[in-house]
């Protein structure tokens, strides 16, 4: 027993010895290859059949009944009092940071591909600047070089987002022969999810790129309405939990006049059963902890730079498991988003340099008082985007 207490002493302390940089490099890639699956898998049960309707529905019970408990235990004393005033804050945060958002989602990547909804989506930091700019919670300072690289980045992110709608072009690369084909060439007795999976055909490019934009906008207007209601009511798990119980609600209304097969609400195979609980486990729960992990030791910043990788994981995965083609419309579009996004990252690392700058100065002055702890002005959009994004 002493023998075998050593040797997990021994294991954690190896395990202690990586140093943490490593271990956040490490973490945030898992973590951009959760997401990247969470595209493929949505994609995948779509394909398959799942109601756009019921896939949301069970997604959002299944995450409301792992919140609870953690709610309930760990934000007792934080939580404040339950008010009409908040009742009815949370219900109109979740008709945006969760009906529209993942309703627009669905249907989006039913229109288009995992790779470009993954795309589009880098768009989401620039969109909020955009936002909170026209609120005036954000000041732009085009006198200095942080308030240009802002602008310019959203300016990037919009051409793109313009582009990938309006321009789809020739086939830069199609994966020959798609997985599907080849295993029915294999195996002709194969499960027929294996036919399922390939890129779905007749669809509307443009509409789909329009409903990821409108999706891109819920989530954008999201992370700028819930930052005065945070101030508020900080109990964050709470905040969350509130959000999927009337997400739930409003899906079901919707249900009720959108949805009236029974069928649909039936789950025909194993796969389906996977796509929502991977939604509600990986893309949710476990994307969650380490995304918060992150940022705590990393930064907002730091975790946000990771969001590109997530779109070529996409790309490398759906290439092999949906036999996706690859559009040049789609490529110039992604490349655009993804420029713009580190262009606005870029100009909110200059924009805190400034801000420390500024407040040291007095200090050096003869202020002795300790300097506060920096914050943006605007909340990062990675910063909650695990329970309410997609």
């Known amino acids: 027993m002493a023998e075998n207490g050593g040797g997990g002493s021994g294991l954690a302390k190896r395990m202690c010895s990586v140093p943490e940089k490593v271990q956040l490099h490490l973490s945030m890639l898992a973590l951009q290859f959760g997401y990247a ?4 898998v949505s994609r995948a ?3 398959m059949g799942i109601s756009k309707i019921v896939f949301p529905v069970y997604r959002n019970i299944l995450a409301l009944l792992l919140l609870l408990p953690f709610a309930y235990f760990l934000e007792k004393k934080e939580r404040p009092p339950l008010t ?6 949370f219900f109109l945060l979740a008709i945006v940071g969760i009906t529209a958002n993942q309703g627009f989602y669905l249907l989006g990547l039913d229109n288009t591909s995992p790779t470009f909804a993954s795309a589009i989506q880098n768009s989401v930091p620039a969109i ?23 602008v310019a980045g959203t300016l990037f992110c919009v051409a793109g987002a313009s582009v990938i709608t309006l321009y789809k072009g020739p086939t ?7 997985l599907e084909t080849a295993a029915a060439a294999a195996m002709p007795a194969a499960p027929a999810l294996l036919y399922q999976l390939g890129d779905a055909k007749g669809k509307s490019w443009t509409l789909g790129c329009i409903f990821l934009i409108g999706h891109c906008l819920s989530w954008s207007g999201w992370l700028v309405l819930q930052a005065p209601v945070l101030k508020k009511y900080p109990a964050r798990l709470s905040f969350t939990s ?15 006049f959108m949805e009236r097969d029974p069928q649909a609400w039936l789950v025909h195979s194993g796969a389906e059963l996977f796509s929502v609980f991977y939604a509600v486990l990986v893309a949710s729960g476990i994307a969650f902890a380490v995304q918060i992990w992150c940022i705590d030791r990393g930064g907002p910043v730091f975790v946000a730079v990771y969001q590109p990788v997530q779109t070529l994981v996409v790309a490398i995965m759906t290439s092999f498991l949906l036999g996706e083609e690859f559009y040049l419309g789609g490529i110039i579009g992604a490349v655009l988003i993804i420029t713009g996004l580190y262009l606005v990252l870029w ?3 200059e924009e805190r340099k400034f801000t420390v700058a500024a407040i040291q100065s007095p200090a050096d002055h003869g202020n002795n008082r300790a300097t506060p702890h920096i914050k943006s002005s605007t909340t990062q959009p990675l910063l909650s985007q695990s329970t309410e994004n997609a």
């Not at 699956?37 to 493929?40: I, L, P, S, W």
Request: charged share 15%.
């Open 172 to 178: 830069i690369y199609s994966p020959a022969p798609p």
């Open 242 to 256: 509130y959000q999927c119980f009337f997400g739930v609600i409003q899906f079901l209304v919707i249900a009720a």
């Open 37 to 40: 699956g969470f595209h493929v």
């Open 128 to 150: 909020t600047f955009l936002m909170a700019a026209l609120l005036r919670i954000e000041k732009v300072r085009l006198d200095r070089k942080d308030g240009i690289s802002k």
């Open 45 to 47: 049960a779509l394909n």
């Open 84 to 89: 009409w005033n908040f009742i009815i804050q």
């Open 347 to 349: 100009g909110k690392n």
